[in-house]
Structure formats: C-alpha cells, structure tokens
C-alpha cells in the first residue's frame, strides 16, 4: 500500500523559510520522479516542483529562484525548501508521482503552510 505522509508546515511571516517533507512508502521511490503541489484557498491544486530519478529539478514560474526540491532515496523521502515565502504561497502541500498533467497515487494529508503580512 502506497503511502505519502507530508510534513513540517506551518505559519510563518512573509519573506521567511519552511522546510517540508513527504516520506513515501510502498514504492520503489528511487526509480520515480516526485513532485510537490499545493492547493490555494478555492483554487485548483499545482505542481510547483518537480525532481526527477536523476535527480534534474524543474519549478513553476512562481517559485522558480525561492523553491528548491530534492531527494534522498536511501529515505525514500522528498524535501522542499521554500525561502523569501509570500502570502500568495499559502495554501496545503502534497507530493506525489507527477504523470502528465495527472499523477499517480492518492494524495496524503499534505501539510498546511501560511504566510502571514
């Protein structure tokens, strides 16, 4: 049974740092590319990162140069590094397997991040 558990949200004041996790169980983690989403009050979920097998990096235009997504597949887990956080960034957090424009498994819990004026 696959598993994507999030963590390490949270409030914070614009123009601080959040590190999240998402620790992925009942996958062969190191063979899939990961992605983090998140979900904006009554907007539609985006992917905002995206990292690769090999480990190459890809991000939304919107988080491009604040977010930095990485890996370590001897924990089978995901990190997102999010600096210089606006208001605009909060919403709910998820990883995921990103496949086209759907993905792979059921979302987890995801971890609620607020960015506070």
């Known amino acids: 049974q696959v598993q994507l558990v999030e963590s390490g949200g949270g409030l914070v004041q614009a123009g601080g740092s959040l590190r999240l996790s998402c620790a992925a169980s009942?996958?062969?983690?190191?063979?899939?590319?990961m992605g983090w989403y998140r979900q904006a009050p009554g907007k539609p979920r985006e992917l905002v990162a995206v990292i690769t097998s090999a480990g190459s990096t890809n991000y939304a235009d919107s988080v491009k140069g604040r977010f930095t997504i990485s890996r370590d597949n001897t924990k089978n887990t995901v990190f997102l590094q999010m600096n210089s956080l606006k208001p605009e960034d909060t919403g709910v957090y998820y990883c995921n397997v990103p496949r086209g424009n759907d993905y792979m498994f059921s979302w987890g819990q995801g971890t609620q991040v607020t960015v506070s004026t």
């Open positions: 009942g996958i062969m983690f190191r063979i899939y590319a």
